[in-house]
């Protein structure tokens, strides 16, 4: 009888409390069940979404390499997919990098331009927006946009120092500025090191830069 009594109070504690959390728990558990669907529901999107980003990336890579009558404007279409469609994904910066390369090849310098001035400004692409600075820069250059070729050369992330540098003193020495694109040529090379390939084609340039 003693037993039956124990165990219709742990019962009733039991009631009590289903009584006065149970809602409470009956929420939580169904809040965690959306939010878990809504978790696998996100990761299901996101790998749909690259899927798809590296089928457009795949298409620009055909186009530049096969080029073709049409390669520009298919390039630029695929390009500008995944730059509006995608534009945080891995592929957008590296088709946009692909695109940049293919277009200047075909001498069209106005839409590489525009393909690397976009992944200049894009700062959720910290890996490629440091590259697509130093390859617009010397676009610029060729251009012979000095100021604002150098403009795309300010505060570089301590890897590409060096880089930033030597693409400095190729603008300054087009500008005619001898002290201060030897200056930049001795921080790239102070920066590169001696084991460096490149250390020796920027003290060619700082060398010749001398002798003039």
Known sequence: MAYDLEEQEKLDALKAWWARYGLLVAIVVAAAAVAYGGWMGWQAWQAHSSRQAMGYFEALEDAARLGGADATARIKAAASTLRNDYPNTGYAGRGVLVAAQALQAQNDLQGAREQLEWLAAQRKQPALQPVAKLRLA???????????????????????????????????????????????????????????????????????????
Request: no cysteine; net charge negative.
């Open 138 to 212: 010397g676009l610029l250059l060729d251009q012979k946009q000095y100021d604002a070729a150098l403009a795309q050369l300010q505060d570089p992330p301590p890897a590409f120092a060096a880089l930033y540098a030597d693409r400095r003193g190729d603008i300054l020495a087009a500008q005619g500025k001898v002290q201060e694109a030897r200056a930049a040529w001795q921080s790239a090379i102070d920066g590169l090191g001696p084991a460096n390939s490149l250390t020796p084609v920027v003290r060619l340039k700082l060398d010749a830069l001398t002798g003039a």
